[in-house]
């Protein structure tokens, strides 16, 4: 247990939709990033918020948006959902700023299937 | 550009022992990590080094050459268990996100 937790574990929707997945990082810990990874693709990195501000952007479309609260923990939004949507969603977090030296914990994912 | 290379799939006996490579080619560097993914489940972190040499902890190293820009993950007695995908991942100083590869699935076979 990597102390993130992500929920729901799944989620099944329709095209269109919109939907929102959620996270808390580790106590202590003031990065949230967000990853997404297709059936038996590598992970592809989509944002990072620390401390409440938007800290690094990846291939986060612009149908998706996220968000980090004063609790820290942070929200994902997806809308106009896609069949190519259909992912595994993973949130991880670090102790600082997010360096490149800091080590990632990642939640269990939530699991989300466009129909 | 930033590129990182690992095999895409190797296959080992249990018992025995496997090196994984990875190779990368970043701006910057700050660090390589190793994680292990169970099919459908989250990464956990495995290593990570920073300075030239070999990183050891129980059946896992991790070894680091800064001027080849080479890694590699030696797994020894292999278990069942260990199937799953290793993923490399660099740390650049220039930026907060780390760089991914796109894994590699060992199978292990009794």
């Known amino acids: 247990d990597s102390g993130v937790t992500q929920t729901p574990k799944h989620l099944i929707t329709a095209t269109g939709q919109r939907v929102t997945l959620r996270c808390s990082p580790r106590?202590?810990?003031?990065?949230v990033y967000w990853y997404q990874q297709s059936l038996d693709q590598g992970l592809q990195f989509l944002i990072q918020y620390y401390n409440g501000e938007e800290r690094a952007k990846g291939n986060i479309l612009e149908r998706f948006s996220a968000q980090q609260f004063p609790d820290l923990h942070s929200e994902l939004n997806l809308s106009s959902l896609e069949l190519g949507d259909s992912a595994l969603y993973f949130c991880?977090?670090?102790?600082?700023?997010?360096?490149?030296?800091?080590?990632?914990?990642f939640g269990p994912g939530t699991r989300l299937l466009v129909l | 550009g930033q590129n990182i290379d690992q095999p895409t799939e190797m296959t080992a006996t249990e018992g025995a022992i496997v090196q994984i490579n990875c190779t990368y080619q970043?701006?910057?560097?700050?660090?390589l990590f190793w994680y292990q993914q169970h099919a459908g489940e989250a990464p956990t972190f495995l290593s990570y080094?920073?300075l030239d040499g070999l990183e050891e902890k129980g059946r896992f190293s991790s070894f680091l050459s800064r001027s080849k820009g080479y890694s590699y993950l030696l797994l020894k007695e292999l278990q069942m268990k260990d199937s799953a995908s290793y993923l490399c991942?660099?740390?650049?100083?220039?930026?907060?996100?780390?760089?991914w590869g796109a894994g590699t699935k060992l199978i292990i076979k009794p």
């Open positions: 991880a977090s670090s102790v600082g700023s997010g360096s490149g030296q800091e080590t990632q914990y």
């Open positions: 970043t701006s910057g560097f700050n660090g």
């Open positions: 106590s202590g810990d003031l990065s």
């Open positions: 080094n920073v």
């Open positions: 991942a660099v740390g650049r100083d220039s930026n907060y996100q780390l760089i």
